[in-house]
């Protein structure tokens, strides 16, 4: 059985975490319940990820949208069909556009089946998938959270996370990610929802993310 959370548990986990975490309660009070981030499991949804890779989201999505519209149909087939060149009219780099064929062969040859992963734990999901070049422990950690509603993940590679848990718990600039990932223990088991929290915070208040970056 995996520690999962589901539209019927995420707000009681909420309010698990809130009850344990006055700094978190305080987000929810002042901001509301954080939405409960969901992506279906596909590839069309891993190559979406990869796109997020170091860039703003905005970005990756208008590099997404660009695939669709060129696939007609994001599939593996699809992007093995497409040259360097029109992969860059799509705003994808070299560097990523090897990462996507690399993901979607994977696939169509069957060394990755992405059904499977669903029913396998954690640790197993994260080795199967950090095996493909340019899939690395980001972009597995937001597959778990996102796609498998895996309960007790965090990003500690991901600086919107990061930047929001130093301005909710207070802590100096210079903390390290080190020190961040042991004191989200105390969230245990459910540290992706406490990092769900953390993004709501993040997102609520954008002008203030300037002075801590």
């Not at 095996?131 to 895996?150: A, E």
């Not at 802590?171 to 929802?193: A, C, H, S």
Request: with cysteine; aromatic share 8%; proline share 4%.
């Amino acid at each position: 059985m995996f520690n999962t959370f589901s539209k019927n548990t995420f707000q009681s986990i909420c309010d698990k975490l809130a009850a344990d975490d006055e700094d978190l309660d305080l987000i929810i009070k002042e901001h509301g319940y954080p939405p409960m981030w969901t992506r279906p499991n596909s590839f069309e949804t891993l190559v979406h990820i990869i796109l997020e890779q170091q860039v703003s989201l905005a970005s990756a999505l208008a590099a997404l949208k660009k695939l669709q519209e060129k696939t007609g149909g994001l599939t593996p087939d699809a992007i093995l069909k497409l040259n360097d060149e029109e992969l860059k009219t799509c705003y994808v780099s070299r560097q990523k556009a090897i990462y996507i064929r690399n993901l979607a062969t994977a696939i169509t040859s069957g060394e990755l089946n992405l059904e499977a992963l669903a029913n396998m734990p954690d640790d197993a999901v994260r080795t199967e998938l950090i095996r493909l070049k340019g899939i690395g422990n980001w972009t597995i950690d937001v597959y778990l959270m996102f796609v498998l509603q895996r309960a007790d993940v965090f990003p500690i590679g991901d600086l919107a996370a990061v930047n929001a848990m130093k301005r909710a718990k207070h802590f100096p600039k210079e903390t390290t990610k080190e020190t961040l990932l042991e004191f989200t223990n105390n969230w245990k088991p459910y540290r992706t929802v406490a990092c769900m929290i953390l993004w709501h915070h993040y997102l609520s208040a954008p002008m203030r993310n300037k002075v801590i970056k």
